[in-house]
């Protein structure tokens, strides 16, 4: 299987995916428990909901599931929330803090340092290649790191998640013109809400690669489940209804993206 799915384009957005796949090696597979099995953190559909909404945008994406390795977790395991409820480089939990591995599978060292090297790696190499080639195009890049959830986790967060959480590490990932041009359109949107740097402040993607003074803007766009699936729960059936209204707004905030990179490498 490959990792890591690469679409190159021509504009200077570049959409990151890094928890939309679901594909699990057998021998990994076979350590899951039957909760594990669901896959229930995977940022369901999240492909299709972007797909083709601005054309000329890079898509990067990882193939395989967040349980396999945590595409958007340190790669040294440092915890995204220290002393709070999140999920780690090979969760140990799902969201709802319940076991994922079956009694004795749990991943060790060894797992780690192989799943590093198969997985995390290669799909920020190429995360990272396609930022630099964008960069050397435009002399800038924004990487919009494409991410959803369930509204309601209590383990997580107290009471129902906003519509669109943008995360921009406390404004450090990104120019205040690209965090603004994010939250021009989501924040407007009618029958929506969201919140900027909320209880999800950007992974370790947006962290890493965000470095505005050297011309690598990343932002993450945290969506609730509820905006675009049937339901959150097995077997999270996307709704066209749903969707197709919001792709409305995520095709003004990623166009009103563009129009601000090429303002601000002009
Ligand atoms: N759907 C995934 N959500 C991200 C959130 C990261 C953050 O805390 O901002 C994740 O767990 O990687």
């Not at 435009?138 to 309601?152: P, Q, V």
């Not at 999800?200 to 947006?206: A, H, L, R």
């Amino acid at each position: 299987m490959s990792v890591v799915d690469v679409k190159q384009g021509s504009s200077p957005v570049i959409l990151g995916l890094p928890h939309t796949g679901t594909e699990v090696p057998a021998d990994i597979w076979d350590r899951l428990n039957e909760n594990g099995q669901l896959l229930a953190d995977t940022d369901w559909h999240i492909h299709t909901l972007y797909d083709g909404l601005l054309p000329e945008a890079t898509t990067v994406r990882a193939t395989f599931h967040r349980y396999v390795i945590d595409a958007n977790r340190d790669p040294e395991g440092i915890s995204l929330y220290p002393g709070q409820n999140t999920t780690g480089l090979i969760p140990e939990t799902d969201f709802d803090g319940r076991a994922i591995w079956r009694n004795g599978e749990k991943p060790a060292a060894a797992d780690t340092q192989k799943r590093l090297e198969q997985f995390h790696k290669p799909y920020h190499a190429a995360l990272a290649a396609e930022i630099k080639r964008v960069q050397d195009i435009h002399g800038l890049a924004i990487l919009y790191d494409c991410h959803s959830i369930r509204s309601h986790i209590p383990f997580l967060f107290q009471g129902k998640l906003p519509d669109f959480n943008i995360g921009t590490n406390q404004g450090t990932s990104c120019a205040p013109e690209v965090a603004a041009a994010t939250g021009r359109f989501a924040f407007a949107a009618p029958g929506y809400d969201g919140v900027m740097n909320g209880r999800f402040k950007g992974g370790w993607t947006t962290r890493h690669y965000g470095r505005p003074q050297l011309g690598i803007h990343a932002i993450q766009m945290e969506l609730a489940q509820s905006t675009h699936l049937q339901s959150e729960a097995p077997p999270f059936a996307y709704d066209e209804t749903k969707a197709e209204r919001l792709r409305k707004h995520l095709k003004d905030i990623l166009e009103n993206l563009e129009q601000t990179a090429f303002k601000l490498g002009s």
